[in-house]
């Protein structure tokens, strides 16, 4: 048998063999699988528990992380801080005390991995000791990692079984709040579904559209008209995302803008409305929408959504406190900043980051945005006051408060406007997380309609 000819030359010089000097990043074995997610993961809790950031907002530009890894990265950040006090829990039975951190929260990443994501314990202790081997200052630690990793890969399942995991995962300012504002009972059921992955909502452009784009989304139309998915996917590739036929939106924060009245036609202020679901429906609906916020980095978020969308609406970035309308509005839509202690199911970092004392410097901020809110009103007109908030001082309370300081001012009872279990007793929108439990659940909001005298 004859040997093969050589390949012909292409014209192309050999490349001369390089030389390597040790140490050189070539010669490096390639990092494991999930040990960049696993990093990525670990920056996002500490910029939480470290440094007060928000969760969805925490950045991870400085990790060449590929789309994919950055997903797990925010998965496993989130998994970490929705059960957090079970975590910290099992900790504290094998470490006398706390490393210093990050080696803290690669410890919390691991056992939020192997304890609720199901990942393999094994592949969860190797990536977070090399993880600690890693950090500067920290690989001394790599023994401690090691062995409470073991611990936790043995016995961790077993012992999060017999934890009160809505005990636990609620901070004591929060738990006290919600017991003395909803009893023990309702308290724990929202707790309860607070550890829960909330669904998927989506606001579709026009209602007439709803039942053919739930269809086609294979999502279930809720009674109140939001489009719910039953799995997750990537939102840009679903049906009508580029055509701007539908947003996301909770079913329960697409609820306040529905409340005012006849909105066809008139001048509507939508107050504090970034990243501007809510600007969408009101404009969605015939209104002519001023947009207004403080935060000039959101409102891009909003503009975009409008581009996408076709809707038109007037943005303007300023200070409600300071900011002037040229002339009196027909209704006024104030989702005003609170605690968001309705959305922790969506956002796990929120009683973390926040405590009782942030609650009255809110306080003070809603009745003053309240106050003018009202104060631009044409006679006649309605102001929606509403905050994604499961506490009463900042709802309920509020608009009492209000109420009782403004002769003239009244509330106007929702009646048939929504489904009699998203009411309360003085005919005021409320919503809370263990609602409509078997569907999928509810954030917490609270709105009033508060009517100026014609």
């Not at 500490?46 to 990790?63: F, I, K, T, Y």
């Not at 790599?142 to 934890?163: F, K, P, S």
């Not at 202690?341 to 945005?369: F, M, N, S």
């Not at 300081?405 to 005919?427: F, M, Q, S, V, W």
């Amino acid at each position: 048998m004859g040997h093969a000819a050589p390949p012909r030359s292409l014209g192309v010089r050999s490349p001369r063999p390089q030389h390597r000097r040790p140490g050189d990043r070539r010669d490096r074995p390639a990092a494991p699988p999930g040990l960049a997610a696993r990093q990525g993961a670990v920056t996002l809790v500490a910029a939480v528990l470290d440094r007060g950031r928000m969760l969805d907002e925490a950045a991870l530009d400085g990790r060449a992380l590929a789309p994919a890894e950055r997903a797990e990265a925010r998965g496993l950040a989130h998994l970490t801080l929705r059960r957090l006090g079970q975590i910290d829990d099992l900790l504290a039975r094998f470490a006398e005390r706390p490393p210093p951190s990050p080696a803290d929260h690669v410890l919390r990443v691991m056992t939020g991995a192997i304890v609720f994501g199901g990942t393999a314990p094994h592949a969860a202790v190797d990536l977070a000791v090399r993880q600690v081997k890693a950090q500067r200052g920290t690989a001394r630690l790599a023994g401690l990692v090691n062995a409470v990793g073991r611990r936790i890969a043995a016995e961790g399942r077993a012992l999060a079984e017999a934890q009160d995991a809505a005990e636990l995962n609620a901070p004591e300012w929060l738990a006290r709040a919600m017991a003395a504002d909803w009893g023990a009972d309702a308290a724990r059921a929202m707790a309860e579904a607070h550890l829960g992955t909330p669904p998927v909502d989506l606001t579709p452009k026009a209602a007439d559209g709803a039942g053919a784009l739930a269809e086609a989304l294979g999502a279930d139309l809720l009674p109140t008209g939001t489009l719910r998915l039953a799995a997750r996917g990537q939102m840009t590739a679903l049906p009508g995302f580029a055509e701007g036929a539908w947003w996301a939106q909770d079913a329960a924060a697409a609820l306040p803008a529905r409340l005012i009245p006849e909105p066809e036609g008139k001048r509507v202020l939508d107050l504090c409305a970034a990243p501007g679901g809510k600007t969408l429906q009101l404009a969605a609906a015939g209104a002519r929408v001023t947009a207004l916020d403080i935060s000039e980095r959101r409102m891009e978020r909003l503009a975009e959504n409008l581009e996408r969308t076709g809707l038109a609406a007037e943005p303007v970035v300023a200070d409600a406190l300071d900011w002037e309308p040229e002339a009196p509005f027909d209704a006024i839509l104030l989702d005003a900043p609170c605690t968001a202690t309705g959305t922790i199911r969506r956002h796990p970092d929120l009683p973390w980051r926040a405590g009782a004392g942030e609650t009255v410097a809110l306080l003070d901020l809603q009745a003053r945005l309240l106050e003018r809110a009202y104060g631009w009103l044409a006679p006649g007109g309605a102001l929606v006051y509403a905050v994604c908030s499961l506490l009463r001082a900042e709802g309920e309370g509020q608009v009492a408060r209000f109420l009782a300081a403004t002769p003239g001012a009244r509330a106007e009872p929702l009646g048939a406007e929504l489904p009699a279990e998203l009411t309360d007793a003085e005919g005021n929108l409320r919503t809370r997380p263990d609602l409509w439990a078997e569907r999928g659940g509810l954030d917490g909001f609270f709105a009033a309609r508060i009517r100026r005298p014609a």
